[in-house]
């Protein structure tokens, strides 16, 4: 399918728009391989639904302002669609479906019984009161409160929430429906029904693949080296549990800089002075790094954590790193892939990698249905069993069919969702 949008050809695409782009060409690749008709390949690059709301916000000074927000639920064929919330000024249309459209496939690969949904406002959260972002998620919330519920879609953190914004949804919906719906959101806090695991669920998850990928490479992660890019939910975990297994993490960075310590960055004192200051700018035990040149250094292993899009083109070319964990969902655009496979660079994709939060999340639904809770070590242990069969088995199709992890990948988890589809068949 081609983009909805007709741009000048001058013109960049936005951040969004190529997302979804990337989106679409994965998609297209994987239906190809498969032999899909044009029928089926549109019945899955389409979303099934897509609301967009106005968010009207009084804000503390009494002044009104009026935002947007999204929700689009890609798939449901294989169980109610699930995929969380992003805050970010960035937000579009083109980005929510980008990333409702790799839920769909991450919770197929990992066989987890959902569908793909995203939400989203447009929003720079660090610019208002926790009053304001608690009136902005509420109204937001009871504008897409038709289409969500625990069997219907499921939302969940992403960038620029937490779980006081997922315990704030929760709220919303159970005193609009009556009665109190802990599993109509997954990541919240676990005084309300939240998973004991879930908030660390993503990053070790992203630890447990990089060093199966650095294994897998034959390199001993006691003599590696990484370095992570973005220092929030994703970042700040996987490069404190990869310092824990002995990787040297020699540079880090977030949206205001970067740092770089050859013989591996403190990363519990970092997590610290982040903690203080918001930022790894000034770290003391680190030198300052131009954020850009952090994707291009001699390590190991590479783990984009942060946003879409980030290794392209014009920069994959000078990457140098053996492995790429992508935390971050999409910081690879299509281009970019096929220049770090001709490179020989192993790329472990989104959708497995930080596949981690969505276990916890249905891990966290199974806990609220049953009302029955698990233990940290249970959650963890089965969340690294989870990862590392998924990891084991993309790897041996990819060793049959030939291809890139990602491809393989994009293809086993669209099969899935196309054979729930045919299976049940079409109505009417
Ligand atoms: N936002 C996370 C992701 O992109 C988690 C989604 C969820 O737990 O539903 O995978």
């Known amino acids: 399918m081609t983009s909805t949008h007709v741009l000048p050809a001058t013109e960049p695409l936005s951040r969004g728009t190529q997302a979804w782009e990337n989106a679409q060409s994965q998609l297209t690749d994987a239906a190809q391989s498969l032999g899909y008709d044009d029928g089926l390949h549109q019945l899955l690059a389409r979303p099934r639904r897509e609301m967009t709301v106005s968010v009207p916000l009084r804000r503390d000074n009494g002044d009104v302002e009026v935002l947007t927000g999204y929700r689009v639920q890609h798939n449901f064929s294989r169980g109610p669609a699930k995929g969380g919330l992003r805050f970010s000024p960035d937000v579009s249309l083109d980005e929510v479906r980008a990333l409702s ?13 959902y569908g793909g949904a995203k939400g989203g406002v447009t929003i720079d959260p660090r610019c208002y009161s926790t009053r304001e972002l608690e009136r902005v998620t509420r109204r937001y919330t009871s504008e897409i409160l038709p289409i969500i519920g625990p069997e ?9 929430t937490d779980e006081r914004t997922m315990a704030w949804m929760m709220d919303t919906y159970s005193v609009n429906v009556g009665y109190t719906v802990p599993s109509v959101v997954t990541g919240k806090p676990v005084s309300i029904g939240g998973s004991l695991g879930r908030s660390s669920a993503t990053s070790k998850g992203v630890a447990h693949i990089s060093l199966a990928g650095l294994e ?35 540079a880090v960075s977030d949206q205001y800089g970067a740092i770089y310590a050859e013989d591996g960055i403190d990363v519990p004192a970092l997590t610290e002075h982040v903690a203080h200051t918001g930022t790894v700018n000034g770290f003391p035990d680190g030198d300052p790094l131009d954020p850009s040149a952090l994707l291009e250094l001699d390590v190991d292993a590479l783990v984009p954590a942060a946003v879409e899009g980030v290794l392209t083109e014009d920069n994959a070319p000078r990457v140098r ?45 199974v806990q609220g249905n049953q009302a029955y ?56």
């Open 152 to 160: 219907r879609d499921i939302p969940a953190p992403d960038i620029g």
């Open 216 to 250: 897998h490479l034959g390199l001993q992660p006691g003599k590696c080296s990484a370095a992570v890019q973005g220092f929030g939910k994703v970042g700040a975990g996987t490069a404190a549990y990869l310092a824990d297994a002995g990787v040297r993490v020699q």
């Open 321 to 365: 790193a053996k492995l790429i964990v992508e935390g971050a969902n999409g910081p690879t655009t299509a281009a970019a892939d096929q220049i770090l496979n001709d490179l020989g660079v192993l790329v472990v994709p989104d959708i497995l990698a930080n596949a981690g939060g969505v276990i916890v999340s249905y891990f966290e639904w």
């Open 373 to 428: 809770w698990w233990t940290a070590a249970e959650v963890d242990e089965r969340l690294k069993q989870r990862m590392l069969a998924a990891w084991e088995s993309l790897v041996a199709s990819s060793q049959e069919t030939g291809l890139s992890l990602r491809r393989t990948a994009t293809i086993t988890a669209v099969k899935r969702v196309a054979d729930a589809h045919l299976i049940r068949g079409m109505y009417p």
């Open 101 to 113: 459209m790799w839920m769909t496939w991450k919770c197929a690969l990992l066989d987890v019984p």
